[in-house]
């Protein structure tokens, strides 16, 4: 099973982190490495992600912005593969695993991505929105991959475009 780094910003999220820690902590049969990298909070989101212990990799930046945590989160990267979660989202159950077993069946295939749900504070369902087929043309003017569904090759970073 190959690594995935699990990437995780945060900025202030006391109130939904260690929900959306636990959710991937608890993925299994994937080996993974949750990367933190908080971005200046000033609430008690520190205090949290500590609790958990060597079973995170946690960063402090100063307050910077997401891709800044994002970049630097992906630098300390160690997996072949690396997905994203907004430290207000969770991740379902068997995501990781589902994504992992895609990308190593398909090697042609760089990045995926999947269906999301938006629930409101109580875990009320408001919406599913689906997946639509990758367009490079559209993704030129709208970003429409919701990125706390992704997970890519690490590789693809470094490789040339074409």
């Known amino acids: 099973m190959s690594l995935i780094s699990v990437i995780m910003p945060v900025f202030n999220g006391e109130e939904y982190i260690k929900e959306s820690i636990e959710s991937v902590l608890s993925q299994r049969n994937v080996d993974l490495e ?12 520190e205090k949290i992600i500590k609790k958990y212990g060597s079973k995170i990799k946690y960063f402090y930046q100063d307050k910077s912005n997401q891709a800044m945590a994002m970049n630097k989160a992906i630098e300390n990267a160690k997996g072949k593969y690396v997905a994203y979660l907004d430290s207000d989202d969770i991740c379902l159950n068997n995501r990781l695993k589902k ?7 398909n090697i042609s295939i760089g990045l995926v991505y999947s269906a999301y749900q938006n629930i409101n504070q109580y875990g009320k369902n408001l919406e599913i929105k689906y997946p639509i087929k990758p367009d490079r043309l559209t993704l030129l003017y709208e970003n429409y991959i919701p ?3 992704v997970m890519h090759r690490k590789e693809i970073f470094s490789k040339p475009t074409t």
């Open 99 to 105: 994504q992992h077993d895609f990308l190593e069946k």
């Open 147 to 149: 990125h706390s569904t």
């Open 34 to 45: 949750l990367i933190i990298v908080n971005d200046g909070s000033t609430d008690n989101t």
